[in-house]
């Protein structure tokens, strides 16, 4: 089955600029989506089809995605992004959903 | 209001049954696939089944295969999960989810099933 890895936590300090990355082999190939959820809440999508905002998410949101990796980067973080931060595909293979195991974001 | 309200959660023995229900409002129901997604305490998203939007189409992970059924009635707008046969690692909090494609566009709240005797 198809795995997601993605590092279990990132610090950063305010202002500053947040890399989350989820890796999977040839994952440049398939459509990655990325969640966010803070405790004690549900998630919410914030990035669809690699690099796609839904409407609320602010512009300092954006991701990429090519070859193994796929990225979610957060530019001018704020202490409000503090979060597990979720990556996702669909396993064509499979017909499976797949999420990564999740990262944490702390704001220093 | 566009939104997914879970329901149906609670505690069951090793071994017993249980039916999650979710229902749907805001938004035409018929016209979307649903998700189950589940989180075990202080652990990450596991994808659990999906339905399509007509309920001809389902999918699921292979931890669940043969004891989940996932099922829809678009009449009433809900989307339910029967999970039998239930172990102790089915502890979670379930969410159901508005699937865009593979997208889960839209969460619910979640609802804690609680598997212990």
């Known amino acids: 089955s198809y795995v997601l890895t993605q590092p279990p936590s990132v610090s950063v300090a305010p202002g500053k600029t947040a890399r989350i990355t989820c890796g999977g082999n040839n994952i440049g190939s398939k459509s990655v989506h990325w969640y966010q959820q803070k405790p004690g809440q549900a998630p919410v999508l914030g990035i669809y089809y690699d690099s796609d905002r839904p409407s609320g998410i602010p512009e300092r949101f954006s991701g990429s995605n090519s070859g193994n990796t796929a990225t979610l980067t957060i530019s001018g973080v704020e202490a409000g992004d503090e979060a597990d931060y979720y990556c996702q595909v669909w396993d064509s293979s499979s017909d499976h959903v797949v999420f990564g195991g999740g990262t944490k974001l702390t704001v220093l | 209001e566009v939104q997914l309200v879970e329901s149906g959660g609670g505690l069951v023995q090793p071994g017993g049954s249980l039916r999650l229900s979710c229902a749907a409002s805001g938004f035409t129901f018929s016209s979307y696939w649903m998700h189950w997604v589940r989180q075990a305490p202080g652990k990450g998203l596991v994808w659990v089944s999906r339905?399509?939007?007509?309920?001809?189409?389902?999918t699921y992970a292979d931890s669940v295969k043969g004891r989940f059924t996932i099922s829809r009635d678009n009449a009433r707008n809900t989307v339910y999960l029967q999970m039998n046969s239930l172990r102790a690692d089915d502890t979670a909090v379930y969410y159901c989810?508005?699937?865009?494609?593979?997208?889960?566009?839209?969460w619910g709240q979640g609802t804690l099933v609680t598997v212990s005797s």
């Open positions: 339905i399509s939007s007509d309920g001809s189409s389902t």
């Open positions: 989810a508005r699937g865009e494609g593979a997208v889960a566009g839209l």
